[in-house]
């Protein structure tokens, strides 16, 4: 733990222009909601306490992080980021804190390391971290004397067209003394700037005024973008997915089109999967080695053993076992067990269902709440009738056991191993091992059934 170091995450504000009716922390990037990627990059500098600051819709925040070790604080109406901060003064014990907006989620926890190293060298009130960017817009400009000092941040609001054209943006990220006179420096600020707030940003202009600011330049400006709208959370999302795919790529991935791809960060694969485009991988997947995946799949809290295809499907909560090959235009939700080289095709949903090493099931079928042993073949159009409109009944069937098309097995009911059921069969009865069962109404052939109509 770094003892002399508490944190500050900013998460008050109202978050307008997410135009959202939900908190603008709790929207999600690469499947995360923003304020836990903050609370990961915080985890990497480990403070000593994670103070983190709420106010428009507070309970909603709290609610989604409940069971946390976070010290909250409230600042309701929320009056601009310094007055959030002086919010923040009791819960503040270390000598030292960070303080970071609760909308910048690709921060590393290295820039904040960096920072606090900084910080604790000059024995300054405040340390800056900034970044240049090519377009700065909506960002605080960072500004510096002739001698290259840090002496002022300014709000794009309150900027003329000189300042504007400034390209060294204040990533809202700072590094503080738990200091008497920063305390005061943040009583005594000031709303008299076009928004009518209390900027943290003037803590920047006084400290240096008293020769106690200085700013770390971060070299990685893509690492700092701040989510301030949707435009900026898309922007987001594009260069978390380009980080993740590139370093798959580097590990001995194949991206065929690593633009219309999206894999999240915690996503595992293993060497020379090919992944082709239009596949989203979401959630807590691995992949084995020598899988091809897409094109056009999702795949969300799902594994894939070695060697396994998919095409054109949807994956959740599924397991795939080595050499298998599902889709194209399968549906594997919750729950789904697939064996070693078995076979999912076409329009084949399975549920709470487990297929048995080298079993098929290739066409137009329903498989839920079943057992199906290995090598047993499911006909086109079979199904599992495991809802009775009330509970869910199980349906066993051993392996190498043969279901026709077209059959409709009303569960609970038990196949046994090498059995027949014949195409076309209703089964609400148990069938043997080894058994043949048709249940389906005997054929009626009336023969020259054209020339008896004439005659009438
Ligand atoms: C802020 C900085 C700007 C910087 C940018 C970096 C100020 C005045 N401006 O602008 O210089 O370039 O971040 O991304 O600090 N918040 C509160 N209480 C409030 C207001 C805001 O907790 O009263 C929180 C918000 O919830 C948010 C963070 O502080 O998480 C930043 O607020 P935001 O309104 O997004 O500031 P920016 O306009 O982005
Ligand atoms: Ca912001």
């Known amino acids: 733990m770094n003892s002399g170091l508490d944190v500050v995450i900013l998460a008050a504000g109202k978050g307008t222009r997410m ?8 929207h999600h990037l690469g499947g995360t909601c923003l304020l836990e990627h ?9 403070p000593q306490r994670t103070i ?3 106010g428009h819709k507070q309970h909603q925040v709290q609610e989604a992080f409940s069971g946390r ?11 601009g980021t310094g007055h959030a901060v002086r919010c923040a003064k009791a819960a503040v014990h270390a000598p030292q804190f960070v303080v970071l907006p609760g909308d910048v989620p690709l921060l590393p926890p290295q820039a904040v390391e960096e920072l606090v190293e900084q910080h604790k060298k000059s024995r300054n009130l405040v340390t800056v971290l900034t970044t240049e960017v090519a377009d700065p817009t909506g960002y ?27 390209r060294e943006i204040n990533a809202g990220v700072y590094c503080l003394s738990n200091a008497p006179q920063l305390w005061s420096a943040l009583d005594e600020l000031s709303p008299a700037n076009a928004q009518g707030e209390l900027y943290l940003t003037e803590l920047v202009r006084v400290a240096a005024e008293l020769g106690a600011a200085s700013a770390l330049l971060w070299p990685r400006s893509e690492e700092l973008i701040g989510i301030n ?24 991935v194949t991206v065929v089109d690593p633009e219309h791809t999206y894999v999240s960060p915690q996503t595992l694969v293993g060497q020379d999967t090919v992944v082709f485009p239009g596949t989203h991988i979401h959630g807590e997947c691995w992949l084995g080695r020598g899988c091809r995946i897409g094109p056009g799949t999702q795949m969300i809290d799902s594994q894939l053993e070695d060697g396994v295809t998919v095409e054109w499907s949807v994956l959740q909560g599924a ?5 298998a090959h599902i889709g194209p235009y399968a549906h594997l939700r919750p729950g789904a067990r697939i064996g070693k080289r078995a076979r999912v095709g076409n329009f084949v949903e399975l549920k709470a269902a487990s297929l048995g090493d080298g ?15 290995a090598g047993a073949n499911i006909g086109a159009g079979a199904i599992t009738c495991n809802y009775d409109g009330t509970s869910k009944h199980p349906t066993h069937i051993g392996a190498g056991a043969f279901i026709g098309s077209n059959v409709a097995l009303v569960a609970p009911v038990t196949i046994g191993d090498h059995a027949v059921v014949g195409a076309g069969s209703v089964i609400t009865q148990d069938v043997p091992p080894g058994a043949l069962a048709v249940a389906r109404a005997t054929q009626v052939v009336k023969p020259s059934w054209k020339d008896r109509r004439e005659v009438t």
């Open 52 to 54: 983190v600051v709420l």
């Open 229 to 252: 709208d949707r435009r900026d959370l898309a922007q987001a999302e594009r260069i978390l997915n380009q980080r993740t795919i590139e370093k798959l790529m580097l590990s001995g």
């Open 359 to 373: 079993a098929k099931a290739g066409h137009l079928a329903y498989i839920g709440d079943a057992t199906i042993g």
């Open 319 to 323: 397991q795939v076992g080595a050499e």
């Open 140 to 166: 605080g400009r960072v500004l510096r004397g002739a001698g290259g000092q840090l002496t002022a941040v300014v709000e794009e609001a309150d900027a003329g067209e000189e300042v504007r054209s400034v």
């Open 19 to 26: 135009r959202s009716q939900y908190p603008k922390v709790l």
């Open 69 to 79: 070790e976070l010290v909250y604080v409230t600042q309701d109406p929320p009056a």
């Open 38 to 46: 903050v609370l990961r990059t915080v985890a990497g500098v480990h």
